[in-house]
């Protein structure tokens, strides 16, 4: 006994060995899929020890297919504003007397429902879900209450140079028409109009292209419950042909634009970007590490630089868009008006010194541990899972892009990164945006 006590007593003084992001074996859990009688196709996560459930529908549905601007939106977020048998106050209620919620949103090339409850209530709720999306009402007055709460929250917004930086940045990249450089301007709530939007809704819900996917402990009889309220509904299948429109992109033939919203504004909002393929281009996940390098965490060289030490700035960031048809490489900022022009040169300062220098082995290996520790955290829980898988399915992409994701990260070289930084990392070629 005393002998076992003191072996344990040893065992507690020895530090255990650390275990480096990299050289874990990363493994995506699991994806069921099954389809319901009308071809609509149902992806689940079945894990985690809690007694939840995430079911989220995604309907092809987001401003990309309208006709009307602003009916995308509106359509999506007035969907729990009453049915023909529930009110607005009646919909809601339902779900907050069992615990759960109901979101909706809407997106560029989607919109979505977007249910949080414990499993034991689904056969409640699943039905309300269902009735919304085959009789949902729209009417006059919630349109009127929307329209009227928009325009307020759009006249605030646009004080903040950061949310018209936002806006203008999307239009001068692709072009104003185009669905992903729309912008909302005051007039257009006001013209919005219910037929329209009833419309809308009749195409792209209760006929529309849809794909579900279910995450957590997931109840035994949930196919069956799908099949019943959603199996023999008039949707299409996600990957039906029809109903895909196409858009062009236009964008602005200025490279470089100033606004000025508030002349005695203190701070700027600054944005540059440029065009960039989408996730199925050769280049895009090597770009992906290259961009964590350059701007993408923090402990990358523009927050190394501009805001720990130039202190030009809180943080500052570079992305590439997460958009379906084309992507976007961004970077984004608010800085003090005074050293907007300084910020500005320090991130093309960066950009060429990411072309003509090879990347440090060392660095790399920081970006690397913190790409793949990024991607432990979100395969830590269903519902993170079921986030993972979802990108995937609806850019078309399958698991085997994991896993050659994961070993662009671990294995791409330095000169690699170069050329891709030489490819697009050029300051020609983005599109300048301040707003102060």
């Known amino acids: 006994m005393q002998t076992a006590e003191k072996r344990s007593m040893t065992e507690r003084t020895k530090v255990p060995k650390i275990k480096l992001p990299v050289e874990f074996n990363v493994q995506l859990p699991p994806c069921t899929r099954y389809t319901l009688s ?24 987001g401003n990309w297919f309208e006709k009307k601007k602003m009916s995308a939106s509106a359509a999506n977020y007035l969907l729990k504003n009453g049915t023909s048998k529930l009110t607005a106050f009646g919909v809601n209620e339902h779900f907050e007397y069992y615990g759960s919620y109901l979101n909706r949103s809407c997106y560029n090339e989607t919109a979505e429902l977007t249910l949080h409850c414990l499993n034991k209530h689904v056969n409640e709720l699943v039905p309300v879900v269902a009735e919304i999306i085959t009789d949902s009402v729209f009417a006059e007055e919630e349109l009127s209450i929307y329209k009227q709460n928009a325009q307020q929250r759009l006249k605030v917004s646009m004080q903040k140079c950061e949310f018209v930086a936002g806006q203008l940045i999307d239009a001068y990249l692709f072009g104003e028409d185009h669905p992903y450089g729309k912008y909302s301007r005051l007039e257009d709530y006001e013209a919005l109009q219910r037929d329209e939007i009833v419309e809308f809704y009749k195409t792209y819900y209760q006929q529309g292209r849809c794909v579900i996917f279910a995450a957590g402990k997931l109840p035994a009889d949930l196919p069956a419950q799908l099949e019943q309220y959603f199996g023999k509904l008039p949707l299409r299948p996600h990957t039906s042909t029809d109903l895909i429109v196409k858009h062009p992109v236009l964008p602005a033939t200025e490279k470089k634009q100033h606004v000025t919203i508030d002349p005695q504004g203190v701070q700027s909002a600054i944005r540059i970007a440029r065009p960039f393929p989408n996730r199925h281009h050769p280049d895009f996940q090597k770009a992906m590490v290259l961009n964590n390098v350059y701007g993408g965490f923090f402990g990358s060289r523009l927050m190394a630089n501009i805001r720990e ?128």
């Open 38 to 61: 009308n071809g609509v196709e149902v992806f689940a996560i079945d894990m985690g020890g809690e007694d939840t459930l995430m079911l989220n529908w995604v309907f092809y549905a």
């Open 309 to 436: 030490e130039k202190g030009y700035t809180y943080g500052i960031y570079s992305y590439l868009m997460n958009h379906v048809d084309q992507s976007g490489w961004m970077i984004s900022t608010e800085a003090g008006r005074d050293v907007t022009e300084a910020t500005v040169n320090e991130i093309y300062k960066e950009m060429k010194l990411i072309r003509e220098e090879l990347i440090d082995e060392d660095e790399l290996m920081v970006t690397r541990n913190y790409m793949i520790g990024t991607i432990l955290g979100d395969l830590d829980g269903p519902f993170q899972v079921a986030a993972r898988w979802k990108n995937l399915i609806l850019n078309d992409l399958n698991e085997s892009y994991f896993y050659q994701g994961i070993e662009t990260i671990k294995k791409v070289t330095p000169r690699e990164l170069q050329e891709i930084a030489e490819k697009y990392l050029n300051a020609e070629e983005f599109y300048e945006l301040l707003v102060v």
